[in-house]
């Protein structure tokens, strides 16, 4: 009974090692494991999405602040004047709402938009619409950004 034991205990483990290793999300082009706080991607747009999957987790999920569904929400409400990338734009105007993600707790939606906005700046601040750039580790999205470029 002993050995059936240590057997059963030495097998649940193996499958731990190996699930833990396993991507959390699908994806063939990448994805990010916060158990293990692992990028994996395979060319630079991906990457980018994941690197502001991993810099939001290391900084404690800004995207779920209320700091950040106001500043998302205020953006949206910004009218002329706008000069930033189109594809931002409409990407943002897109995401779910304030109050869906309150009421009905969407919250990875914004987690989404914050890696998603991200990537369309392609890790660059001045690509960013103005009201964001606060919520970004900049000096870890650098440090990121050294690491995984060999990737593509």
Not at 16 to 36: M, Q, S, T
Not at 54 to 79: C, F, P, T
Not at 84 to 101: F, H, K, N, V
């Amino acid at each position: 009974m002993k050995k059936l034991t240590v057997l059963v205990t030495v097998v649940a483990l193996a499958l731990c090692v190996v699930f833990i290793n396993l991507p959390l999300r699908g994806g063939a082009l990448g994805d990010y494991n916060p158990i293990l706080r692992r990028i994996r991607c395979f060319d630079e747009r991906t990457c980018w999405h994941e690197v502001g999957h991993k810099v939001d987790h290391l900084n404690g999920w800004v995207s779920k602040s209320d700091e950040w569904i106001a500043a998302v929400e205020a953006y949206r409400n910004l009218r002329g004047g706008v000069s930033i990338q189109t594809g931002i734009r409409e990407m943002i105007m897109q995401a779910p709402r304030l109050d869906a993600w309150r009421v009905f707790g969407q919250r990875g939606g914004q987690i989404e938009l914050y890696a998603n906005i991200l990537m369309y700046c392609e890790g660059d601040p001045a690509m960013m619409p103005e009201i964001f750039i606060e919520f970004y580790d900049w000096e870890r999205i650098k440090e990121l950004e050294v690491l995984y470029s060999d990737n593509y």
